[in-house]
Structure formats: C-alpha cells, structure tokens
C-alpha cells in the first residue's frame, strides 16, 4: 500500500505526457491502448486493496470487537472508515463522469 501513492503518480505523469485528460483515455481508448490497460490493471489493484482492507476489518472486528484498539494502535472503527477509502479516486470518478457524459450526449441527440 505504500507504493500507491508512487504507481498513482507514475500514471498521472504518463497520462499528462499525451496531454489527453482521463476521460478521452476511456472514451478513446483504442487510441491509447496500453495506458487505457494501465488504467484498468490499477483500478484493478485499488479494488483488491479495498476489498483487502474489509477483509482485515471483519477478521479484526470479530477477533477483538469494534470498540476495541487493535495491535498497532488504530482503534478497529477506523479500520471500518479506511475501508471506503478509494487509493486511485479519479480512476473511479471518470467512469461516473462517463455516464454523466453518455446521458448529456444521449439527451442532446434525443
């Protein structure tokens, strides 16, 4: 997880090398084949984090109780809040962007 912040940046860098913003990335993918790849692989990876972070808060929260601090000091109901914690939010806010566009072009057409 402490690499995150690294991969997220190493894919902003390369994304602002096209100079195309994220949503033509999904909208154009083929265009941009590899980086559009890139992009699935680390949302990928930021939904195996989240869904990592709920398992340990279950196995966790049953062990010991969610009132309860845990081992490092972090008391298990915040364990509860990290796990809506998304690690590459705009890779999971452009498709929300994508539908608001589909419907704006979807109305415009209508």
């Known amino acids: 997880m402490l690499a995150t ?4 940046a ?4 390369a994304l602002g090398r096209t100079g195309v913003p994220l949503t033509d990335l999904y909208r154009r ?7 559009h790849q890139l992009a699935e692989v ?6 195996r984090l989240r869904l990592w972070r709920f398992r340990h808060y279950s196995v ?8 309860s601090i845990g081992i490092a000091g972090t008391p298990v109901h915040v364990l509860g809040k990290l796990v809506a914690q998304r690690q590459l939010p705009k890779l999971w806010e452009v498709r929300s962007r994508l539908v608001e566009l589909f419907d704006e ?5 209508g």
Do not use: K
């Open 10 to 13: 190493a894919f902003d860098h």
């Open 5 to 8: 912040p690294a991969l997220g």
């Open 105 to 109: 072009e979807r109305a415009a057409a």
């Open 42 to 47: 680390l949302t990928d990876y930021d939904e």
């Open 29 to 35: 993918r083929a265009e941009f084949e590899e980086l």
């Open 60 to 67: 966790v929260a049953r062990a010991i109780g969610e009132e």
